[in-house]
Each structure stands twice: as structure tokens, then as C-alpha cells.
């Protein structure tokens, strides 16, 4: 069986490499995905553009690159059948040929929020997850802090949205999809809080009006009172993302995080915060392939030491572009076997610290640590029968009243952190 043969029957291989290489799709295709990339007025959507989510074998989901340049040297096709199924195969005439569900571009990216600003470019559905940032400022993006691999355009930059207009947002995602968790995003706005403050109505606005799990990603703040206080308002998971490890690396690829907050406070923060969330609710991000692997291996194994989640999505290029660094920003690309590798250990990671990972379950956009069990050898009848039950829906609205039970339970009155 060949190399390529072997991916195909793998749906973490294949997800892996259609993430990385890209997917090559009709004429068709291409085009309904290419109208959801932009909104009326040209400006690229929030997030990746020219991506197109599929749902693999073991439902698992993926979002897939395909935008002609970036895909035209993968081997990778989508075709149809008579019926008019999905399959990903290979240009060789005896290739398997691996059936996927095609999820059509949301319509969500169709409206606009009341001050006109499309969905579009606050959000980004893929599956079960909802990413909103009700702002797109950040003191960072229009300098030499800047984060190299940041592809968000300083330009078209708006202030915090009302409350009703992200709630309105979620309703409709939500009419169409089975979105199930929501995530916040906002960039450096230069307070203690690290944008806590400004989250905090739209969460508690999201727990008033939906049965839905709320995870907030923001830089750490330099107090941990407002960790307290981000579960205590309703978070159920917080993301503080390092995305670099090496120190050194760190600085250059993080200038502004590193010097406004430094490395040490992300540790301080991301370990505080496991006493406070429940296991699997601290998250942080390290790219594959902008540091070397040994130095990402080292990361994610001092993280899980730690109680925190190692999220890992290899890097690729943002919105159709390549890096955006300076010429001095070195890239550690990986093979597809030291991918395996990694991922075959973050899930060893999770399974021994006894980790919770249904929060990042079914990311389309990067492998998840549950995700590496196809990687190990691991994916018995018994463990496929719970992580199915595990991702239904009636699983799914559980998760998310636990959470707010525990909440309930352990949360004491937290009162104003001074500002």
C-alpha cells in the first residue's frame, strides 16, 4: 500500500495532510467557497478564507484549504459520484477513494450586524463551533508588536459591538448549524484585565439566552483575580495562547505579548487557571512549524504536566497568504511521520495526566488531542461508542449544564476586581 493509500484510510492522516497540503474541487465548489470569503465590500472574513469544511470518516472534521494556488500542487482531489457523494481520492486509477460529507459555506456570512458590519467579519462557523470576536482591535496589529504570523488587517478595525448584535449572531449560526460552543476572541486593548472586562456582558448575555458552552481566548491578565472572576461570569474554558515556547523565539515572533506581559506571566496565569476551571477548561495554543518540533514537544509535555491542554495546529498560511514576518523569521516545517509522532504523544499526554479534551473535540481547523488516537492504535468499539455518545447532541447540552452546575456549586461571590 502506498504512502498516499495509506492516508486515505486514516482519518487523521488524512485530515492532517488535507489541512497542510491543501484539497483540490470543481469549478463549482471552488466558487460557492470563494463567495463566502469575502463580504460585499471585499474585505476577507474573519478567520481562514478560502476554506472548505468536510466531515471525514469517525466524524471527524476538518477545514480544508483550497484555494488554487495554495492547493495546486496537492495530490488530493474531491469528486463526486453518480449520486452525487463526496469522495477525496488521488489522480492514480486504483486510489481508494475516501466518502466525505461537504458542508456548504453558512449563511451565516450573509448578514449584517445593525451597524451594517457583515458576520462575517466578527465570526466564522466551522461545525459545532462558533468563533466571535466582538471587536477586531488590537494595540499590537499596526507596529513592531505586531505577532509575524498575524494576518488581521489593521484597516476596517471597529469598536465593541452591542450586545444584541453578537446574541443575534449566534441565533442564527445556530438556525443553521448545530453549534454547541462559542468562542470569544479579542486582541491587546492595553488594560490589567486582558479584555475580560470587555467579554463580560456578552458572556453572561450567551448564558442567559442559550444552552451553550462559552470558552473565552484572551491574552492573560496581570492579576489573578480576573481569572476568578472569567469563571466566575461564565466561562467554561479560557484559552491564554504562548504559540511560541523556545524563549528566545518567543520574543521574535511575539514582540508585542512579549513585551507588554512576558512569558512567565503566561505560565503564572495558564497554572493559576487550572485551579480555578475544571480539567480540559485551560487551553493554550503552540504552532507546529514556526520553532523547532523538540522545542514544541517540550512545551506541550511541561503544559499537560501542568493540567493545561496543549492545542497544536500546524502553522499555514493565513487567509490565502503566506507568512507576513520579516525575512528573519525561520520556518521548521514537519513530515507527515513527525506529525504522527507528535500528535500520537499529545494524545499519550492527555490520557496519563487525565485531561479533559470534549472542549476541543471536533475543531475542524486543527488536530485535536483526541483526535491523536489515530495515531496510537487506540480506537477500539468501545472508545468510538463514547466518544460518539460523548459529541451527540443530548451529550452536548449535558456538558454545558454541567458546567454551569459546578459553577453554581463552587463559585463564590466574586466581587469588583479593581481596575
Not at 504512502?3 to 469549478?27: I, Q, S
Not at 442564527?172 to 479584555?195: F, I, K, P, T
Amino acid at each position: 500500500m502506498s504512502v498516499v493509500d495509506h492516508v486515505l484510510k486514516n482519518p487523521g492522516l488524512l485530515k492532517l495532510e488535507l489541512m497542510r497540503r491543501g484539497l483540490r474541487v470543481a469549478a463549482e465548489d471552488l466558487e460557492a467557497v470563494r463567495r463566502s470569503g469575502a463580504d460585499a465590500s471585499g474585505h476577507a472574513v474573519f478567520g481562514n478564507t478560502w476554506d472548505l469544511d468536510v466531515v471525514l470518516p469517525r466524524d471527524t472534521w476538518a477545514s480544508v484549504p483550497v484555494h488554487p494556488r495554495l492547493a495546486a500542487r496537492s495530490p488530493y482531489l474531491l469528486v463526486r459520484d453518480g449520486a452525487g457523494h463526496h469522495h477525496v481520492t488521488t489522480e492514480a486509477p486504483d486510489a481508494p477513494r475516501t466518502p466525505v460529507t461537504v458542508k456548504p459555506p453558512a449563511r451565516f456570512f450573509e448578514h449584517t450586524t445593525s451597524e451594517g458590519i457583515p458576520f462575517g467579519r466578527i465570526g466564522t462557523v466551522h461545525g459545532p463551533y462558533l468563533a466571535l470576536s466582538p471587536t477586531n482591535r488590537c494595540a499590537f496589529l499596526d507596529g513592531p508588536d505586531r505577532c509575524r504570523f498575524c494576518g488581521v488587517a489593521p484597516a476596517g478595525a471597529h469598536d465593541a459591538l452591542p450586545v444584541a448584535d453578537v446574541i443575534e449572531a449566534v441565533r442564527v449560526a445556530r438556525g443553521e448549524h448545530a453549534v454547541n460552543m462559542v468562542h470569544l476572541s479579542v486582541g491587546w486593548l492595553g488594560g490589567d484585565d486582558g479584555g475580560v472586562a470587555l467579554l463580560e456582558p456578552y458572556v453572561a448575555a450567551l448564558k442567559k439566552h442559550f444552552d451553550i458552552l462559552v470558552a473565552i481566548d484572551t491574552l492573560p491578565p496581570r492579576a489573578d483575580a480576573w481569572i476568578d472572576r472569567t469563571y466566575a461570569m461564565g466561562a467554561d474554558a479560557v484559552s491564554y495562547n504562548l504559540e511560541i515556547w523556545d524563549p528566545a523565539r518567543f520574543e521574535r515572533v511575539c514582540p508585542g505579548p512579549a513585551r507588554s506581559l512576558g512569558r512567565e506571566r503566561f505560565l503564572d496565569a495558564l497554572g493559576y487557571a487550572t485551579t480555578v476551571f475544571p480539567s480540559g477548561g485551560v487551553l493554550c495554543h503552540l504552532i507546529v512549524g514556526l520553532e523547532p518540533l523538540a522545542s514544541t514537544r517540550a512545551g506541550m509535555t511541561a503544559l499537560a504536566e501542568a493540567g493545561v491542554v496543549p492545542v497544536l495546529p500546524v502553522y499555514r498560511p493565513f487567509k490565502g497568504r503566506d507568512m507576513r514576518a520579516d525575512g528573519d523569521i525561520e520556518r521548521f516545517p514537519p513530515t507527515l511521520e513527525e506529525l504522527s509522532e507528535l500528535y500520537r504523544d499529545l494524545w499519550s499526554l492527555v490520557r496519563r495526566h487525565k485531561l479533559g479534551v470534549h472542549l476541543v473535540r471536533d475543531l475542524a481547523t486543527v488536530t485535536t488531542p483526541l483526535e491523536g488516537r489515530f495515531f496510537a492504535g487506540h480506537d477500539g468499539l468501545l472508545r468510538r461508542i463514547g466518544h460518539r455518545l460523548a459529541g451527540s447532541r443530548l451529550g452536548r447540552r449535558t456538558s454545558a449544564r454541567l458546567s454551569d452546575l459546578r459553577r453554581a456549586l463552587r463559585v463564590r461571590e466574586v466581587g469588583a476586581v479593581e481596575r
